[in-house]
């Protein structure tokens, strides 16, 4: 019996591409028998050199080496961000090859237009390890939850601020000392922005969004704030009610009229919640529908292996499909997919200058708190229009959704 051979090209031989190569090889026969045809490693694309690795013959400067390479079946794209991945996703699709990715920029900018692409050739284009890294939650989403009306979609999406909360929360470090300390085990780049200020949360919960409710949201469509201006004092003040302060992605579909409201802030999770529990680099998703109710996915959101797992758990199926495009998609989107979360009423936390009461709202009591300052969390489910116009008298230091 002859065996057919699966070959495949890597682009891109960093954290990500590299742990791609080694679970491939470390794993082959496994994946043989699981996959039904072995898979091997053809080329890797990568400016650099790497001679002392085993398949170091693999390697390639050249793009045009593996786009015209017939007997290259699946591209793995583990570059990172969105250009040159676009362009060379882009050209693989079109020259008839099967595309996988862990590249979350790329999916939540150009989404719907590589899985047409990919819909129209036939072709699978799969990205599950772009959120979540090794949590298995974009086919759970397509496939397990698919008979649901998804409502909302809430989660921790980013293990470096939730890390950094993790140690404000429980070792009372300063937000500068929670970055140092990120930035040395590893968790946090040097240039941190895309952790600290929500952009890397606000392109999961695009992706998330899109799957879930059918059309695209795009990542300008999305308002985002970080955890820059979180405080220790707002983490006490949080603790003293009850709460956790966790940095989180929601979408959220209005039954009205089908528009979705996506966006990424700070919110205080009453410590009951499960999703108050996910401590330092775990992730949580939680995804609610009309016939499950609220269900939960949790583990490692990032690192080597686990999102390597999870993209050679897409390349897989695509080998066991034998052919036949995966059935993943969505529709494109516009301004007519969205409303804004202006419109979302919510308690609220609010943090003020000088030391009274203020009606309709429950004072925090915190003994470390700095001297003429107060804290507050509203009685009742406001817009932010609606407190803000409340607290226009005042000199609002904080102002965070709660989460209920």
């Not at 002859?2 to 495949?8: A, D, E, G, T």
């Not at 759970?140 to 470096?160: F, M, R, S, W």
């Not at 308002?223 to 956790?244: F, Q």
């Not at 199926?317 to 516009?334: A, Q």
Request: charged residues 25%; hydrophobic residues 40%.
């Amino acid at each position: 019996m002859v065996i057919s051979m699966v070959y495949v090209a890597i682009l891109g031989h960093g954290v990500v591409g590299s742990g791609v190569a080694e679970v491939l090889r470390k794993n082959a026969d496994s994946i043989a028998h699981k996959a039904g045809e072995p898979i091997e490693i053809r080329r890797i694309l990568d400016l650099r050199e790497f001679p002392d690795l085993p398949y170091a013959d693999k390697f390639t400067k050249e793009f045009d080496d593996i786009l015209h390479d017939p007997d290259i079946r699946i591209v793995v794209e583990t570059m990172g961000g969105l250009h040159p991945a676009y362009d060379f996703v882009k050209s693989c699709l079109l020259a008839g090859k099967n595309v996988v990715t862990s590249n979350k920029e790329l999916v939540a900018a150009k989404g719907d237009e590589l899985l047409e692409i990919a819909k129209n050739n036939n072709l699978n284009f799969l990205f599950e390890a772009s959120v979540g890294g090794g949590i298995p939650i974009l086919r759970p989403i397509d496939q397990c939850l698919a008979a649901n009306e998804v409502y909302e979609i809430a989660g921790i999406l980013n293990g470096t601020t939730n890390f950094m909360l993790t140690r404000m929360i429980e070792d009372h470090m300063s937000f500068e000392d929670a970055l140092a300390l990120a930035q040395k085990l590893g968790y946090a780049e040097r240039n941190p922005s895309a952790d600290v200020d929500g952009h890397d949360a606000c392109r999961k919960i695009c992706i998330l969004s899109s799957l879930g409710f059918g059309r695209h949201i795009y990542p300008e469509q999305v308002p985002t704030e970080g955890i820059t201006h979180i405080t220790l004092s707002d983490v006490a003040y949080a603790r003293s009610g009850g709460y956790k302060i966790k940095l989180l992605g929601r979408s959220i579909r209005r039954e009205s009229d089908g528009k979705v409201c996506a966006f990424v802030a700070p919110h205080l999770v009453h410590e009951e919640s499960p999703l108050a529990n996910v401590e330092d680099v775990f992730n949580a998703i939680q995804v609610t529908g009309d016939s499950i109710g609220d269900v939960m996915f949790y583990g490692r959101g990032a690192g080597k292996l686990p999102t390597a797992s999870a993209v050679v758990a897409d390349i897989m199926d695509i080998v066991k499909s034998k052919g036949n495009k995966k059935p993943l998609s969505w529709g494109p989107g516009g301004e007519d997919t969205v409303y804004s979360p202006a419109d979302l009423t919510s308690r609220w936390y609010f943090r003020v200058a000088g030391d009274f009461f203020v009606d309709g709202a429950t004072r925090l009591r915190n003994g470390d708190a700095n001297d003429g300052e107060s804290a507050f969390i509203s009685d009742e489910a406001l817009t932010i229009g609606q407190i803000q116009d409340r607290l226009k008298e005042l000199d609002v230091k904080a102002l965070y959704r709660v989460l209920d």
